[in-house]
């Protein structure tokens, strides 16, 4: 069974320190999703990759956060310098190309990783 | 105004109710609308999706867009305890060179068994 595979599951590290997220979309899926998890704000969006370009990054705190998808089965979002607010659950989620309808679907999340900013 | 509202419950249903989540959105333009099951820990997972107004069924679940009321549903027969879990509703509309995406905030649901 396809899975999009997230590293690391958990972290835990202080303000100001730099923070990488990877993930493995599935094989095939031409669409990368970062999103970021709260009680509060739920899911909100952070970026979008469709053939490794970025599409839309609005989301992101520019000034602190970045994605890249160096190639096509691995994602990265990184944040520097770390703040406490940053403290969430990170998912990428990939998608298959979209077909006839043009749209893109956020179809297979990973089980995140949950980050700590103390 | 967020773009979607959905009430966060939490929803405690006995096992074999049928349940009822809900979601209302306040942008017209939505043209594809999707529910996701996210268990304890793990990332959500797409259950439906369905495009414009209309019903989908699969199974025990049924979702139901109603683009006049800005109104969708996912219905759940015969509940199981299996379907504890948060529900995420989902949007989106078709954009050049990116499509747009939200989702709800979740309603938590627990079947008693």
């Known amino acids: 069974d396809a899975r999009v595979t997230q590293t690391p599951r958990h972290k835990v590290t202080e303000m100001g320190q730099e923070v990488t997220m990877r993930c493995q979309p599935i094989?095939?899926?031409?669409?990368v999703f970062w999103y970021r998890q709260t009680m509060m704000q739920g899911l909100e969006l952070l970026a979008y990759?469709?053939?490794?370009?970025?599409?839309?990054d609005s989301g992101m705190p520019k000034d602190r956060f970045s994605a890249e998808m160096p190639d096509a089965t691995l994602a990265t979002l990184k944040i520097q310098p770390s703040e406490p607010r940053d403290s969430a659950v990170y998912f990428c989620?990939?998608?298959?190309?979209?077909?006839?309808?043009?749209?893109?679907?956020?179809?297979?999340f990973g089980d995140g990783t949950r980050l700590s900013i103390l | 105004q967020k773009e979607v509202e959905q009430d966060p419950g939490p929803l405690s249903v006995p096992e074999g109710a049928i349940v009822s989540l809900n979601c209302t959105y306040s942008?017209?333009?939505?043209?594809?609308f999707m529910w996701y099951r996210q268990y304890s820990r793990k990332g959500p997972e797409l259950l439906m999706y369905t495009y414009s107004s209309g019903n989908k069924e699969d199974g025990r679940f049924t979702a139901q867009v109603d683009k006049s009321s800005k109104y969708i549903s996912l219905f759940i027969r015969d509940s199981q305890p299996s379907d504890s879990a948060t529900y995420l509703c989902a949007m989106s509309v078709v954009r050049s060179p990116g499509n747009q995406f939200y989702f709800g905030t979740g309603t938590s649901l627990t079947v008693i068994p």
């Open positions: 942008n017209s333009a939505f043209q594809y």
């Open positions: 989620a990939s998608g298959p190309p979209p077909g006839g309808q043009g749209w893109d679907q956020p179809q297979h």
């Open positions: 990759f469709r053939n490794r370009a970025p599409l839309d």
């Open positions: 094989l095939g899926h031409n669409t």
